[in-house]
């Protein structure tokens, strides 16, 4: 498998952990993989609350610690792509697919997927942190 498909199947396998984890805690998963002009979502969730809030979850994994863990390689220019996404279905009020967006407040979350089981504790499966309300630096 070249390493493009073999990251691309990483980062698949990562959101697919990641929304299920969502879907688990009572969100509503509204889209996956949502392209806005030139930007990509991994997620586009409504999160129940207390308070809803409409959120875009940027998904970051990886099989090996070797450079660190998966939240090391979001920047700020990646946060700064996912506001601008955010605005955008913001003011169009739906998904590119038709998909009706609520008016809520909104924010960015980040999920961070450890793939590798044997990482820190030793057992179980992969491994993942939600970061809520995640701002550019």
């Known amino acids: 498998m070249a390493r493009s498909t073999l990251r691309r199947a990483h980062g698949d396998i990562g959101e697919a952990i990641a929304a299920g984890y969502l879907v688990e805690a009572g969100w509503r998963v509204l889209g996956r993989q949502v392209v806005v002009a030139r930007d990509e979502v991994d997620i586009v969730a409504l999160d129940p609350g207390p308070s809803p809030n409409l959120v875009i ?9 070797r450079f660190g863990p998966p939240e090391a390689s979001v920047d700020r220019a990646k946060l700064l792509r996912c506001y601008r996404a955010l605005g955008a279905l913001r003011r169009a009020g739906s998904l590119p697919d038709g998909t009706p967006l609520p008016h809520v407040p909104w924010r960015v979350d980040l999920v961070a ?16 942190r939600h970061l809520r309300g995640v701002l550019p630096p």
């Open 57 to 65: 979850v940027e998904v970051r994994s990886r099989a090996t610690d």
């Open 113 to 128: 997927v450890d793939l590798d089981p044997t990482w820190g504790s030793g057992v179980g499966g992969p491994r993942l």
